[in-house]
C-alpha cells in the first residue's frame, strides 16, 4: 500500500509524518517530519525538518520499512507554516545541506557511498539489528557491507567505546543520515582535530 502512494508525495513539497516499522515497534510513537524529494531505488530520499521548522537532515529511508505515511494533520500543517516562514525570512537551512546535497542527489546510493568514503564524509545510520544510529566517518566500503569509524566517534562523545568498529550489512540498513546538521559539526570538528 504504501509503495503505491508513494509516488503522489515525491517532490510536491507536503510536509509528512513518515513512521518507521524498525523503530516504532508497529505502534505508531514515532515518526520522522519530513519532505519527500526522490525515490533513490529501495529507498526515499527525505528532506527531514527539526522542532522549530528548519532544515535537519537529508535521509534515504528504506521503503519497505515504512509502515504509513501521513499528511494535512494538524502537526503536519504547524510545520508547514514553520517552514514557510523560515523560508520567506531565509533562515530553513543554515548549514547550506541544501547545497551540499545537490552535488550529489543525481547519484546512485553506491556513488554516493564512494564519494563520502573518497572525502571521509560522516553519516549516520540506523540498522534493523539494533536499531541504534551509528555514525562517522565511512573507511571502508564494498558492494556488500559499510565500516563506520564509531570508535573515534564514541571516545569523542565520552561513550562507552566498542572493541572494533562494526561490519554493516547494507541490506540491514533502514535509514542513512546522508547530509545533516549534527554530522556537519562533527565531520567540520574532525577536520579541524
Known amino acids: 500500500m504504501i509503495d503505491r502512494n508513494i509516488k503522489k508525495y515525491i517532490d510536491n513539497n507536503d510536509v509528512l509524518e513518515i513512521y518507521s516499522k524498525s523503530r516504532d515497534n508497529f505502534e505508531f510513537e514515532d515518526f520522522i517530519l519530513g519532505i519527500i524529494v526522490a525515490e533513490k531505488g529501495d529507498y526515499l530520499l527525505v528532506e527531514t525538518i527539526d522542532d522549530s521548522g528548519l532544515l535537519d537532515s537529508y535521509t534515504l529511508l528504506l521503503k519497505s520499512d515504512i509502515s504509513k505515511i501521513s499528511s494535512d494533520t494538524n502537526y503536519t500543517n504547524v510545520f508547514t507554516h514553520y517552514v514557510n516562514s523560515n523560508k520567506k525570512n531565509n533562515i530553513y537551512d543554515p548549514f547550506e545541506l541544501r547545497k551540499e546535497m545537490d552535488s550529489i542527489i543525481d547519484k546512485n546510493l553506491d556513488d554516493i557511498i564512494q564519494t563520502f568514503l573518497s572525502n571521509r564524509k560522516v553519516i549516520s545510520l540506523c ?44 541490506d540491514t540498513i533502514t535509514a542513512f543520515d546522508l547530509v545533516s546538521k549534527e554530522n556537519k559539526l562533527y565531520e567540520e570538528y574532525l577536520n579541524n582535530h
Request: hydrophobic share 30%; no cysteine; net charge negative.
Open 127 to 170: 540498522t534493523i539489528v539494533d536499531e541504534e544510529f551509528h555514525k562517522g566517518n565511512i573507511i571502508a566500503y564494498d558492494n556488500n557491507h559499510i565500516v563506520l569509524d564509531e570508535k573515534r566517534y564514541q571516545q569523542t562523545f565520552g561513550s562507552e567505546v566498542q572493541d572494533k568498529n562494526n561490519l554493516i550489512k547494507l
